[in-house]
């Protein structure tokens, strides 16, 4: 029943921006912590940049920080990922992931979790490729 389908991927210089979106249906969207983890072959699976279930507090890895931004729509159930002064390190598979957080009126999990989540924790996308290449 849960959906969740990435977008925005595709091939871009180095220095180029792209836009990911993300989004998903079949759950309480305002429920849950969520963000985009990416997989590169021979790379370790890195959280790249999560956003809490407020949308208000937001976690980036060191190797993206001051050129990623993340946020989500809750109007729209989409979740964001601005990508700008892209670099050839930046080429990955980035999965959209979700977890619930919001347990009632207790909030279990933050941005920290989602972007530490394993592959059978939560909700993840098929993935949208981005290519950073000359």
């Known amino acids: 029943q849960v959906q969740v389908v990435e977008s925005g991927g595709g091939l871009v210089q180095p220095g180029g921006s792209l836009r990911l979106s993300c989004t998903i249906s079949?759950?309480?969207?305002?429920?849950?912590?969520m963000g985009w983890i990416r997989q590169a072959p021979g790379n370790e699976r890195e959280g790249v940049s999560c956003?809490?279930?407020?949308?208000?507090?937001?976690y980036y890895a060191d190797s993206v920080k001051g050129r990623f931004t993340v946020s989500k729509d809750n109007a729209k159930n989409t979740l964001y990922l601005k990508m700008n002064s892209l670099k050839p390190d930046d080429t990955a598979m980035y999965y959209c992931?979700?977890?619930?957080?919001?347990?009632?009126?207790?909030?279990?999990?933050?941005?920290?979790?989602?972007?530490?989540?394993?592959?059978?924790?939560?909700?993840w996308g098929q993935g949208t490729q981005v290519t950073v290449s000359s």
């Open positions: 992931v979700a977890l619930r957080a919001r347990y009632g009126g207790f909030i279990r999990y933050n941005e920290v979790d989602v972007c530490r989540a394993e592959e059978d924790e939560g909700y």
């Open positions: 079949g759950l309480t969207f305002d429920d849950y912590t």
């Open positions: 956003i809490d279930q407020s949308g208000r507090t937001t």
